[in-house]
């Protein structure tokens, strides 16, 4: 017995009462072999692990659901194309428990779906992808016509003698350059040291003037724009600094003038106070007011 079929037979349990008669272990004990996966085989359902084929969003959330996703789908065949048979594919998307089923398509050689999702449009451009554009159904049917091949043999040995020269052109010079790999790889690794050895004497030269970045060598266009660079003279840098403080200053008057106005103020109400105490002597007639003096004075002359 193989190490393989030893493993097989330690991982059953054959009972007491089991004997070889009565056949299989799955027999005996009224059971399928794909235990689980087959409990709705009588209504002609398997259950499979299905792989999304391609992107797709689910019509419950409107979530994306990627290609290679799995799922546990029930199985079951729901027709025929001539001789091939036609299955469909039920699962439940994991994000919201939404059914979706998809369906073979053998005609076309895809899958379809049927409900509870929308298939992601995803374009490519040819040259992009670098592929080739597949000829289309009516192409595929004038190419199988030995007529149609027959009309357009002599246009496509044109196109291949115009196109050869150029092709073999290529390939020389393909062949040219991968003949010494070894001279290839030499003047590559050359090329690379001479790099890092001029990238070191550039941060050399940084760390000596003392910047924190590495320096690009100079160029003749920034000796002209450094040239061309024209400093102002000292009296019209400090002109310019004058203007620009005096239109910084604010146009409220600073902490000095509300000092001046603040002793004006006291000034004027020891004014008022000395006024209002002579008023008060003049109303008592311990003063004579200046107007009564000076008539007094007139009429006595």
């Known amino acids: 017995m193989s190490s393989l079929a030893a493993a097989r037979a330690d991982n059953f349990y054959y009972p007491p009462e089991w004997e070889p008669k009565k056949g299989s272990l799955n027999k005996f ?7 689980e996966r087959a409990r709705k085989l009588d209504q002609g359902i398997l259950i499979i692990r299905f792989e999304m084929p391609f992107n797709i969003w689910c019509g419950g959330c409107n979530s994306m659901i990627a290609k290679g996703v799995r799922f546990n789908a029930e199985k079951k065949q729901v027709g025929n194309y001539y001789s091939t048979k036609i299955w469909s594919f039920t699962m439940k998307s994991a994000c919201c428990k939404h059914e979706i089923v998809i369906q073979t398509d053998p005609k076309n050689c895809e899958y379809v779906i049927i409900s509870g999702a929308q298939r992601k449009t995803e374009d490519y451009d040819i040259e992009d992808a670098e592929t080739f554009a597949l000829p289309a159904d009516e192409e595929r049917g004038k190419l199988a016509d030995p007529f149609y091949r027959l009309e357009h043999q002599e246009e496509d040995l044109r196109k291949k003698k115009e196109v050869e020269p150029l092709l073999v052109r290529l390939q020389r010079v393909s062949d040219s350059r991968h003949a ?13 040291r001479n790099q890092k050895r001029r990238v070191e004497e550039e941060e050399g030269v940084s760390r000596r003037m003392g910047l924190g970045i590495r320096l690009l060598p100079p160029s003749e266009e920034d000796a002209a724009v450094t040239a061309a660079v024209r400093f102002a003279s000292k009296f019209d840098r400090n002109r310019k ?16 003038a509300s000092a001046s106005g603040s002793k004006r103020s006291e000034l004027e109400s020891k004014r008022r106070k000395i006024k209002a105490t002579a008023a008060s002597a003049s109303l008592a007639g311990r003063v004579k007011p200046l107007l009564w003096q000076h008539s007094a004075g007139f009429v006595k002359h």
Do not use: W
Not at 244 to 250: D, G, L, P, R
């Open 29 to 35: 004990q009224g059971q399928h072999p794909l235990r």
């Open 241 to 256: 600094n004058k203007r620009a403080a005096i239109m910084a200053s604010s146009i409220f008057p600073d902490s000095s």
């Open 180 to 192: 010494d790999d070894y001279s290839l790889n030499r003047a590559l690794r050359a090329r690379l």
